[in-house]
């Protein structure tokens, strides 16, 4: 049975019977803002009658990608190629940041691969489709008005405060991709925050590209006015992202640090440690600036748990700059880091810049990077045995066949522990006892944090 896609992005050819009711999943690749991008897509798919599945129920999978890095953009193919590859033939739409700087590789990766490179036409170029089908979509009783968060999310919801990015950092190709910073409306977060609020979510995560350049356009409020107009909403907890390290200033600490419901933990992206290195990268900061901030961070929040990004094989990186990265590295004693390879992106300053670090290599100091980050981390469990947590549950899970639950703690610590009746989106008080490699293991203490009030760990 012959299928065929025109570059028009419309249907055309014989085409399966549709299915009574259309079945879509979505697949989210890359950052948080994917994230909550990809459940605004869900909620409009829920609201306009169509089911929301697994890939393998799926009449239409849709697939938000990511283009940061050049492994990223090869995890965009295969996933495309996989939902497309599925024995019941669905129908794929690629959308997001790759589908934006590269439509023509993604529409050729198969005879019923579609491109939408903006999120918030998805739902129509479905549409589009299940009308080439040859019917109108129809909606299932009592799907259309499903809350997207019975779904989704149970317990922690991203709350998109931002996107785009100006920075143009040499390596970055998000500027490209996403475009200018433009701020959601304050209005529009807060009233996100109270309906999540109201549907019993615990958590909201402030997301964006670079969330420190928000600026309400109609009061002038900036980050720190936002996150406590989201805190009154009565969320019991709120959570930053990321957030650079030069946006981390007093204003903004002192605002915080007022805020009982404030999450403990910043992800801040150092990159690399050597001052050269940062000044090719066109950061905007010295390593010892970065120190500051984060110094400044945790004398205005006890307790504060800090992870960050970090980069491997920059070009012009010497041996020297990656010893200097890892003893900054050390002297912050990071919570949690993500080490990057370099990836050279076409269209980049970096990408034409000498001094090109080989592959091999880029890959040695990427895993001399990452132990340091596994030493800082097993030290930041360690330091965990014997105090006691609050944790937000998220899933279930099993460990040694016995049922736990799952979540995560303000300071960012993942905690398992025995399952005693708790149930998703439950704040558990946990007496940490010991840990692997990842994750925090304790037991309950015997009472649940009301999810009406805000409890301090």
């Given at each position: ?6 570059s028009?992005s ?11 009711f259309?079945?879509v ?13 990809s459940?605004?897509?869900?909620g409009a798919l ?10 393998e ?5 849709v697939v938000n990608t990511c ?5 990223a953009?090869?995890?965009?193919r295969?996933?495309?190629r996989?939902?497309h590859?599925?024995p ?14 590269e439509?023509?590789?993604?529409r ?19 549409r589009?489709?299940?009308n ?14 499903q809350?997207?968060i019975e779904s989704?999310f149970?317990?922690r919801a991203?709350l ?8 143009y950092?040499a390596y970055?190709v998000?500027?490209?991709a996403r ?10 977060v807060?009233?996100?925050?109270r309906?999540?609020?109201s549907?019993?979510?615990s958590?909201?995560?402030a ?5 420190g ?7 002038g ?7 406590w107009?989201v ?19 007093k ?7 007022q805020m ?5 933990h ?9 001052d050269?290195?940062?000044g ?11 120190e ?6 945790r004398?205005?929040?006890p307790?504060?748990?800090v992870?960050?990004?970090?980069m491997a094989?920059?070009?012009g ?13 050390e002297?912050i004693?990071f919570a949690?880091?993500h080490?990057?390879?370099y990836?050279?992106?076409?269209g980049?300053?970096a ?7 080989d ?6 100091r990427?895993?001399c990077?990452?132990?340091v ?5 097993s030290s930041?469990?360690?330091a ?13 899970v099993?460990?040694?066949?016995r ?16 399952a ?8 558990v008080?946990v007496l940490?006892?010991?840990?692997d490699t990842e ?11 009301d ?5 301090e760990?």
């Open positions: 049975m012959a299928e065929s896609f025109a028009s419309t249907w055309t050819g014989q085409v399966r019977p549709p299915a009574a259309y079945s999943a979505v697949r989210t690749l890359g950052c948080k803002v994917n994230q909550a991008e459940e605004d897509i869900v829920l609201h306009a009658g169509y089911r929301v599945v697994s890939e129920d799926a009449d239409v999978i283009t940061v890095t050049a492994e953009d090869h995890k965009a295969k996933a495309i996989h939902a590859s599925l019941h033939s669905p129908f794929v739409v690629a959308t997001g940041c790759m589908a934006v700087r439509p023509d590789t993604l050729g990766l198969g005879s019923r691969v579609a491109v939408e490179p903006d999120k918030h036409a998805v739902v129509e170029e479905i589009r489709i299940v080439a089908c040859g019917r109108d979509a129809q909606q299932e009783p009592g799907i259309g008005e809350s997207r989704r149970r317990s991203p998109k405060i931002e996107d785009g990015c100006d920075a950092c970055c998000v500027p490209f475009g200018l910073p433009r701020s959601t409306p304050l209005a529009d807060v009233r996100r925050a309906e999540l609020a549907q019993g979510v958590e909201v995560v997301t964006g590209v670079n969330v350049r928000y600026l309400d356009q109609e009061s409020v900036g980050l720190d006015g936002l996150l107009a805190a009154e909403t009565g969320i019991c907890r709120v959570r930053l992202s990321s957030i650079e390290p030069l946006d981390i200033t204003a903004l600490l002192g605002v915080l640090a009982p419901s404030f999450c403990e910043l992800h801040v992206p150092l990159q690399s440690g050597s050269e290195v940062l090719r990268m066109g950061r905007g900061y010295t390593s010892s600036e970065f500051a901030r984060i110094e400044l961070a004398e205005w929040i307790g504060l748990s992870t960050t990004d970090v094989g920059f070009p990186e010497t041996a020297e700059d990656v010893a200097q990265t890892a003893a900054v590295c002297r004693a949690k880091m080490v990057f390879r990836s050279r992106r076409p980049t300053s990408a034409e810049m000498p001094g090109q670090v592959a091999g290599e880029i890959a040695r990427a895993r990077l990452r132990d980050g596994d030493r800082l981390h930041w469990l360690d965990h045995v014997g105090s006691s947590a609050e944790v937000l549950v998220e899933q279930f099993q460990r040694d066949g049922d736990r639950v799952a979540g995560t703690s303000r300071d960012y610590l993942k905690v398992e522990a025995p005693d009746g708790f149930s998703v989106g439950d704040l008080q940490v006892t010991g840990h994750t925090a293991l304790g037991e309950a203490v015997p009472e649940v944090a999810k009406d009030s805000v409890v760990s």
